[in-house]
């Protein structure tokens, strides 16, 4: 419609409104009336969902963002060493800072000592570079008797650290209050000299081949469970109800069943002296004395994860085939195909919804999981969740912990949202 | 099995193969859990069956185990924990997330799918995380190693199942029956408790049922929420999985399973009677 009849659209319309025949009861347009009626239900709506609304935002996405935002925050070093980290700003970084940024940073150190800050910041600069936390403690306790005023030599006799470059570029470094350095150690880089960046030494890169194996291990544990899913899928699809009604108690009782009693369950039966094991040397396959170790290793985590997960990949499958009409594969045999070329091209591309909402299911709560790998996966077994909880719980460097969630986040969030594109949150069934 | 005539021999393997391979599949579903059982019962401190066992011994089995858990006052206190802990969120979950749910099937909802999106965030993002940030800020308001902020926590993850199951429900309520209450001349809250409340009630105890069973068994939020005095059943046996595997924890994973039946076998009558009012015959 042209602008011009547009107005004159509009303008009809208004008269019409305020015409007494299309007015409500209480003399109001019915235009508005109707708008008002609208809004009032919207509103009503509304209320209901506000109060989960209000609940879900403050007890939950409120710590998701302060989970976030502590992964760029960066405030120990620029809080305890405010003095140092001023005058470092105006440091090149070519040579050695002067005399007094030296003098700066030794008396902050023993005011951070008296404050019983000193551990915090030994702590910070050393998950920076090993090392400088016994540099540090080293230093204040010879500062603490030093009586001269030459600050720069006795602290370049202390440690040898104080004489290099390299260690000031550090502290100038993390003076910063906020940085994206956590997110550098999350990929094995660092910063190097005059901005650049850098790998971090060889025996620290160690959360590349972690992020790589959660996801190889999230990618066998998916395979696998579609290789094992389907053909059950299919066998609960065609029995009779009756049938695979009791059928599918089998997948569901797992399904509720606490997670820890299945893993304490995988321990029992896989360790040295489990079930399987015994079962295996029974049977005469191995001796006594060989027994498999399949327990605390990678093989530990794939078969526990497996089996946990499988429910996840059989349930959407199943709710798919349920919808397959049997009469396809009928006419495509009665057609001359074969069982496998009828199977292949007609039954299979029909199951692809299901395929594919159950692979990303499985491989999202796969790259997230943390409890099986803790307790059966060793070392060879953990993932990136349980390198999430170490540096929580053990080495408390929050920040990089942090970033590695965040990371995690974010690749779990675009699978998600990938996952809303083909099957729709809306559509997620459970049980 | 009867095979169509024209099956031949070829046929006959194949699908006698897909039988024994899908009855694998089973196997290794459901034997991890059966296999605790009967273990959980062993006379002899050990994980695996004895020739007494073997042999079904009286003497190999006993319920030492179960005497164990009974009278140590760790795992009482534990259970007492899991239990306040689970039904105190299931409580506000349901009731939140229920009242969610009404407001979301409701056509004048406005931006429903990114608020659909915010409620089942929970759900969404792996534990670890949602662990981590509510450590970070439960700890600044000092709500961590509290009794109330475990439940809180508890709570909002279990919320988007009650959502979920309860908008299932109510996708396919008739409409039309709460207008012909109203028209009868019922009032609005007479009409939700008489005639909505009824019919989506099975909706809102599988939900409910959901989020007990979802803090029941959560360890990853109780492991960095929590402190001792705070314990959960799930923690406890978490500690005792990493320190020195014993046998009562068998005993507690089988007393666990037991539960994890009676919640399934009450879900799946809800869901039966639910497709039975809705005129779907039950499946």
């Given at each position: ?216 291990i999230?990618?066998v544990v998916?395979?696998t469970c579609?290789?094992l899913?389907?053909?059950v ?17 089998m997948v569901?009782l797992p399904f509720w069943t606490s997670l820890l009693v299945r893993t304490t369950s995988w321990i029992v039966l896989l360790q040295r002296n489990g079930v399987v094991n015994d079962i295996i040397v029974w049977l005469g396959i191995i001796d006594d004395g060989s027994r498999i170790q399949m327990v605390y290793n990678q093989t530990g985590t794939l078969v526990a994860m497996t089996q946990i997960l499988l429910p ?54 796969s790259?997230?999981y943390?409890i099986t790998p803790a307790l059966v996966g060793g070392q060879s077994g ?50 | ?20 391979f899908?009855a694998c599949v089973f196997l290794f579903l459901i034997a991890p859990i059966l296999v605790i059982i009967p273990l959980s019962f062993n006379a002899e401190p050990y994980f695996t069956f004895t020739e007494g066992m073997m ?5 190999a089995y006993?319920?030492?185990w ?151 068994d959560?360890v ?14 799930p923690?406890?046996m978490w500690?005792g999985i990493r320190e020195q595997i014993s046998p009562t924890i068998l005993a507690v994973a089988t007393i666990l399973v037991c539960?994890s039946i ?22």
């Open positions: 419609m042209s602008k011009p009849r547009l107005i004159l659209f509009d303008r009809t319309l208004n008269k019409l409104t305020k015409s007494s025949l299309t007015s409500t009861a209480d003399g109001l347009p019915l235009k508005q009336s109707l708008k008002k009626a609208e809004r009032g239900r919207r509103f009503k709506a509304l209320m209901f969902v506000l109060p989960l609304l209000a609940f879900v935002s403050v007890s939950f996405v409120l710590p998701i963002f302060d989970m976030l935002f502590r992964s760029v925050d960066n405030p120990v070093v620029s809080t305890y060493l405010p003095k140092t980290i001023e005058k470092l700003t105006l440091w090149k970084g070519k040579e050695l800072p002067k005399a007094e940024v030296f003098e700066t940073l030794a008396k902050e150190l023993l005011i951070a000592k008296k404050n019983r800050t000193i551990g915090k910041v030994a702590a910070r600069l050393n998950f920076e570079t090993s090392g400088m936390r016994s540099a540090i403690n080293k230093t204040v306790r010879k500062i603490k008797k030093y009586k001269g005023t030459r600050y720069k030599e006795a602290l370049i006799k202390f440690d040898k650290r104080w004489g290099e470059t390299n260690t000031w570029d550090t502290i100038k470094r993390i003076g910063d209050r906020y940085t994206g350095v956590q997110y550098l150690a999350a990929l094995d880089l660092k910063m190097g000299p005059e901005g650049s960046i850098i790998a971090q030494p060889e025996d620290r890169q160690i959360y590349v081949k972690i992020f790589l194996r959660t996801l190889w999230s990618l998916t395979l579609l290789l899913a389907f053909p899928s299919y066998l609960l699809a065609t029995l009779p109800l009756r049938v695979s009604n009791i059928l599918m108690v569901l996840f990949m059989i349930l959407p499958l199943y709710s798919v085939m349920k919808t397959i009409s049997p009469s396809y594969m009928k006419a495509a045999r009665s057609l001359g195909a074969s069982p496998l070329r009828a199977f292949a091209r007609v039954y299979v591309p029909q199951t692809v919804p299901g395929i594919g909402a159950g692979c990303l299911l499985v491989f999202i709560l790259i997230g943390y953990q993932l990136i969740s349980n390198f999430i909880a170490y540096h929580m719980k053990s080495s408390l460097n929050w920040g990089l912990a942090a970033a590695l969630g965040t990371i995690l986040l974010f690749a779990v969030l675009s699978l998600y949202w990938l996952y809303n594109k083909i099957v729709g949150i809306d559509n997620m069934k459970l049980g | 099995m009867a095979f169509p005539p024209y099956t031949g021999l070829g046929g006959k393997i194949s699908h006698y193969s897909f039988l024994i899908c042999s079904l011994d009286r003497e006993s319920i030492r179960y005497k164990d858990i009974a009278t140590n006052p760790q795992w009482i206190f534990s259970a007492k924990n899991s239990i306040i802990v689970a039904t105190s969120s299931t409580v506000i979950a349901t009731v939140l997330g229920t009242l969610a749910a009404l407001g979301l099937s409701q056509s004048h909802m406005p931006y429903r799918p990114l608020v659909m999106g915010v409620l089942i965030s929970p759900m969404i993002v792996p534990l670890i995380i949602s662990a981590a940030g509510m450590f970070f800020f439960y700890s600044k308001i000092g709500l961590s190693q509290t009794m109330p902020g475990l439940i809180l926590a508890h709570a909002v993850l279990g919320t988007p199942f009650v959502v979920i199951t309860v908008t299932a429900t109510l996708a396919g309520f008739d409409h039309s029956l709460t207008k012909a209450a109203q028209s009868l001349g019922s009032g609005t809250s007479r009409t939700f408790f008489k005639i909505q409340m009824p019919l989506i009630l099975p909706g809102v105890v599988s939900g409910a049922l959901f989020a007990f069973i979802t803090s029941f959560e990853v939020v109780v492991f960095f929420l929590a402190g001792f005095e705070q314990r959960t059943i923690r406890q500690a539960v009676l919640l399934l076998t009450t879900v799946e009558l809800l869901r039966r009677r639910n497709e039975r009012l809705r005129g779907v015959s039950p499946g």
